[in-house]
Every structure is written in C-alpha cells, then in structure tokens.
C-alpha cells in the first residue's frame, strides 16, 4: 500500500486494521508459550490486547522515546479520533490511547514498515511479560 493511502485514511480505519496486526503476535507468542486451551488463551491474550495494557504499552513507548515523529503523529491521529462506539470497561482517555496505539500499528502495516512492526510488537509482548514477571 501507498502512504498516501495511510495519510488518508482516519484513525479509526488505522485502528481497525492495527488491532488484528498486534493481535495476531499475541496470538503466536501464546502459542509458542504453549497456551493452548482456548480459554486460556483468551484469558491471557486480555493480557496484552485490552486497552488498558495497549494504553501503558504506548504511554511506556512514548516516555521512552522509542517511537519516531512520525509514529507520534499516528498515534494521536488515532488517539484524537472522532470515534462513535464507548469503551465497554475503562475510562474514555485510555480506551482513546488503545485506539491511538492500534493506529501506529495499522499505519505501519499499510505502509509496509514490517520489521518495525515485528521490532514494536517484539518489545510490547517483552513490556507485559515483565509487568507480568513483576507480579508473580
């Protein structure tokens, strides 16, 4: 896909896109952890995909200064868009930021920047485990 293709289209779409690209690295680093009962699964995929994780992850990102101008301009595109569902179980600010994080990740994917996705993926699944680690 172009980038003018990804400029052009609005946060949501961006997010609609990236939720099913990170979800997709989750899904196979639960599988290679040997997860494999479908309740499980689902339970510790929440881990890493619910918006309260994804809101830390890029919060985390962010301060961190591991995120570029540009993927910053993505994110808040996705984060300040205009969206017309609610979050079902957090506040609107961090079901905002979870929108914001999926967007860089539908950007990204439309603008075939793969390995930047695999390197960003890489690092969230590391964050949540070590959170995860921390409280065991």
Known sequence: MSENLANALNGIAL???GDGV???FVRMHLLEKGVTR???LQKQAVQ?????????MIDT???????TSKELDVYHRGRNAKSYTKAKH????TYRMSTGFEALF?????T??????????KWCIDHVERKLAAHE
């Open 15 to 17: 997010a609609y896109l």
């Open 22 to 24: 990170y979800e997709v």
């Open 38 to 40: 479908p309740n499980q």
């Open 48 to 56: 890493f995909v619910s918006a309260k994780a994804q809101a830390d």
């Open 61 to 67: 990102l962010a301060q961190q200064e591991l995120l």
């Open 90 to 93: 957090t506040d609107v600010i």
């Open 106 to 110: 539908g950007y990204l994917k439309l």
């Open 112 to 121: 075939d920047q793969n390995e930047r996705i695999e390197e960003l993926a």
